[in-house]
């Protein structure tokens, strides 16, 4: 039996964007509207409270740092794929969101003259990454959580897992959702809808990411027809901690931490002579690769991993200990290493997503009353590479504009009312196709080999065979039967949802190497040793991924190009 809940405006994903999204739709509609939070975690444990290192924010242009500057770095940084219109809006908005997040009750790091700190992060001209400590998503999603629980009119729905989106008429009418606790089937009807669901990084294995950081949100858009934006370009942070992947900040470098070699040589001086270990990431993780291909990386012999050392010795015992602090726990508990003595051995790692659902400048999807934001969606201010900082700081400002856009939608529609079959067509496939489904395929083996292929072949750098073989496994993939439980029992069946996960991974995964395979040049995390240069003539455009009958049809759309014209990056 389909359960039937209404609301105004139905928010999924209860991280960073979606807790923003929320209290400015409830705030907008001066309490009236009623509002949904649903996440399938528990909201805390969402991806956004592990960030580490900070949040972008120009404070203090007395000191010599400028919007223009902030907007500039962005754009260079995107490799010029970022839309420009949209970094400008960000970039003006972001100094009211570090005050807003301040009046909200944030303890932010601070000066010695009390006014918020700064650090430097990597491609920036100014150090303009505010933080709080080492743990500002925890400071940020504590200080939204508390603010959101004080609205009357926001519901959370804590632990439902949404598996698709109901739309009538080329309307949005809601999502359909399995409550985990009981197993009970859903839909969750809205006149708004708002998906911030976060990243996909789960799709590698070797990941900064929570397990939970699966495509389950872009999936669901793609599914309903919505386009999946850029999805090619995927970052690799140059400092995940061997063997785990478990991030180690790039504040490490912004503090005055060095990559070095088994030379002993701080290579980066031949990479970028300027900016050195604080280029963009691309730029440094390229370069690390190409110091371990050339033997000059160490290798860890119980995993065979190779790695390079991050030698944390000139930031100083003390600088450490006070303003690292997590970090020099991560490293002593997973790795047996305190830094404050001896360097940390690290490799590039997936850890973040460019791509995402395709939206306006507004955050609005091409489905009417839908929108997204946070890194599920693709504005895009981060176009072919992010900058560091600006991704916890870009849920803050888009989700803040979604949830107004939405409360205002829906203040003028009335109660939406019970939707067609859509809802049941979607319980048959999942409890009578799925659930009861008899595959001959384990699931969790078709996790692992698309985390492997994802790992080998998508990975810092790309060749066009490597591409194709990844596609094909993908494709094999698909063709097995492998959708079915092996759990039986309704009450927090955890196997469902990992199927769930994996059929949405399986989508996305096809997605972001189609786009791969097709694009051939190379633009900022996106660097195919078959196409080194990047080619503006025939590349400077979005990649927009529709679904087809045999897998995604690409089409492309223009960036908008507003000050600043595409240069060569030097860092
Ligand atoms: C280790 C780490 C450190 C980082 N450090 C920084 C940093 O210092 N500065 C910075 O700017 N950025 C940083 N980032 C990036 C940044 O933290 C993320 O991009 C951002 O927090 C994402 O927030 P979000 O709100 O979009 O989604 P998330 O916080 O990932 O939340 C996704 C939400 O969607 C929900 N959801 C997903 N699928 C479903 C479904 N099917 N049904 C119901 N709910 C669903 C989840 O329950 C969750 O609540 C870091 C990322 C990582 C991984």
């Known amino acids: 039996m389909v359960e039937t809940l209404k609301h105004d405006v139905v928010i999924v994903g209860s991280g960073l964007a979606g807790l923003r999204a929320a209290i400015e739709a409830a705030r907008a509609s001066g309490g009236k509207s009623d509002i949904a939070v649903v996440t399938k975690v528990q909201a805390m444990r969402s991806h956004s409270v592990s960030a580490e290192g900070g949040t972008a924010a120009v404070l203090y242009p007395e000191l010599g740092d400028s919007l223009e500057s902030h907007e500039f770095d962005t754009v260079k940084g995107s490799d010029y794929l970022a839309d420009q219109d949209a970094v400008e809006r960000f970039v003006k ?17 601070r000066k010695e003259d009390g006014r918020i700190a700064q650090r430097w992060f990597g491609g920036y001209s100014y150090p303009r990454a505010t933080y709080a400590e080492d743990k500002v998503g925890f400071f940020e999603m504590q200080t939204l959580y508390d603010t959101a629980t004080k609205y009357d009119n926001i519901h959370f729905y804590q632990e439902w897992f949404v598996t698709s989106i109901i739309a009538e008429g080329g309307e949005f009418r809601g999502f359909t959702a399995i409550e985990m606790k009981t197993g009970g089937f859903a839909q969750i009807l809205g006149k708004a809808g708002i998906l911030a669901t976060g ?49 180690i900040t790039e504040a490490v470098r912004g503090e005055g931490g060095v990559l070095v070699n088994n030379q002993g040589e701080r290579f980066m001086k031949r990479y970028a002579p300027n900016k050195l270990d604080l280029a963009s990431r691309d730029v440094v993780s390229r370069a690390m690769m190409t110091e371990i291909e050339e033997g000059r990386g160490f290798k860890d012999e119980a995993t065979g991993l190779d790695y390079i050392h991050l030698d944390f010795s000139p930031i100083g015992a003390e600088k450490i200990k006070a303003r690292l602090t997590q970090i020099r726990e991560i490293a002593i508990k997973f790795r047996g290493i305190d830094p404050v003595e001896k360097p940390l051995p690290v490799k590039p790692v997936c850890h973040y997503v460019m791509g995402g659902i395709d939206t306006n400048i507004d955050g609005a999807t091409k489905l009417k009353g839908l929108w997204a934001a946070g890194e599920a969606a693709c504005v895009s201010i981060n176009g072919s590479n992010r900058l560091g900082a600006n991704s916890t700081a870009e849920c803050l400002v888009w989700g803040k504009i979604t949830g107004a856009e939405a409360a205002k939608y829906a203040e003028g529609k009335s109660k939406p009312s019970p939707t067609g079959e859509s809802a049941q067509l979607e319980e048959k496939r999942i409890f009578d196709g799925i659930f009861h489904g008899k595959g001959g395929t384990n699931p969790y083996e078709v996790r692992d080999t698309i985390q492997k292929e994802m790992d080998k072949n998508v990975f810092v750098y790309r060749t066009g065979e490597g591409l194709g073989n990844a596609l094909r496994k993908i494709r094999e993939l698909k063709a097995k039967d492998f959708l079915h439980c092996e759990d039986k029992s309704r009450v927090y069946n955890t196997n469902l949802s990992d199927v769930l996960e994996v059929e949405s991974m399986l989508t996305v995964a096809e997605v972001v190497i189609a786009g791969a395979l097709a694009r051939t040049e190379s633009r900022g995390a996106h660097a195919r040793r078959d196409f080194p240069e990047r080619d503006d003539k025939n590349w400077l455009k979005h990649t927009l991924a529709f679904p087809g009958p045999d897998g995604p049809r690409l089409d492309y759309s223009a960036v908008t190009i507003t000050k600043y014209q595409p240069a060569e990056r030097h860092y």
């Open 199 to 247: 990243g996909s990084g789960r799709l590698y294995s070797f990941a900064t990411y929570g397990y939970s950081s699966t495509p389950d949100g872009m999936a669901t858009a793609y599914r309903a027809g919505i386009p999946l934006k850029d999805m090619e370009f995927i970052q690799f942070h140059p400092s995940g901690l061997i063997p785990s992947g478990i991030l």
């Open 93 to 109: 908005a972001m100094p009211g969101e570090i005050y807003q997040l301040d009046h909200w009750g944030l303890p932010w790091s």
